[in-house]
């Protein structure tokens, strides 16, 4: 048995069995050159992808284009259902709340979700997250709401007396992140925290998505977001705050964040 692990864009030639992980963050291109996958002999392709965790206007790697590619080129398919998360053990209810709360929020059902506490003060919400990462994996995380300018006080919350350092900055604090899962100088924001399992989270949640009561819907603030990467790809796709497609992205970004803790 020969075991490769290229970068999709990357694979060359045929392949018994090919993986490919992440597959909600394939474009279109990324999906029509599976084309040339299958021509090339390989047997069977398994996509591990969640249509939960797209972050960007240009991803395409949901269940229902992976169908349509299947069906159009006559291709069997098989799609199996993760039913429950190990990884979120005793926790799974987490999962279940945040589904609802995002996308299914017309669904009149009450979920119990024994593990979230709500604070008031971004200090209070320190002060429990610090405690916590002295005996635990524990991290802050917040939606990409201020500058990465690479400033010990890039998130300044002034009205709260809050200030800490956006993300790991450089190339040794992020390894030394991703290997020491302990720790709260710094908040982690969508990219950096993607991935990540962790014990405890403490998020804030910030203007960019909030719920109109009155309409019962979700609606974001894209002015509210930092992100220069995503405000490019947003004007080239044409989007605007009316855009389903853009509010889903936003759902998304605090799904992924929110499900990170056990």
């Known amino acids: 048995m020969q075991l490769r692990i290229p970068y999709f864009g990357s694979a060359r030639g045929a392949y018994d069995l090919m993986v490919i ?34 972050i960007q206007p240009e991803e395409r790697g949901t269940l229902q284009n992976f169908l349509r590619y299947a069906k159009k080129r006559k291709l069997p398919f098989t799609s199996l259902h993760l039913t429950i998360q190990k990884r979120c053990t005793h926790l799974g209810n987490l999962l279940t709340g945040l589904e609802k709360l995002f996308y299914q929020a017309h669904v009149h059902e009450t979920i119990h979700v ?9 200090n209070d919400m320190d002060a429990w997250i610090s405690e916590k990462a002295k005996t635990s994996r524990a991290k802050i995380l917040a939606p990409f709401c201020w500058p990465w300018d690479g400033k010990d006080d890039d998130v300044k919350i002034p009205q709260e007396n809050f200030q800490k350092r956006w993300n ?58 930092k992100d220069p990467r995503f405000q490019k790809a947003v004007r080239e796709a044409g989007l605007t705050e ?21």
């Not at 024994?114 to 971004?122: G, I, N, T």
Request: proline share 1%.
């Open 242 to 262: 009316d855009s389903r497609w853009l509010i889903l992205l936003f759902k998304d970004m605090y799904y992924v964040m929110l499900s990170r803790a056990r």
């Open 114 to 122: 024994s593990s979230v506490r709500v604070f008031d003060k971004l």
């Open 21 to 54: 992980d992440e597959a909600h963050r394939m474009n279109e291109n990324d999906i029509r050159s599976l084309d040339s996958v299958f021509a090339s002999g390989t047997k069977m392709v398994i996509l591990l992808q969640d249509d939960h965790q797209l």
């Open 168 to 225: 790991p900055g450089n190339a040794e604090r992020q390894a030394d992140a991703l290997s020491n899962f302990t720790g709260t100088d710094d908040v982690y924001c969508i990219y950096t925290s993607q991935g990540l399992d962790l014990d405890n989270v403490a998020f804030i949640w910030w203007n960019d998505l909030r719920w109109d009561e009155k309409n019962e819907r979700w609606v974001i603030s894209l002015k509210e977001n």
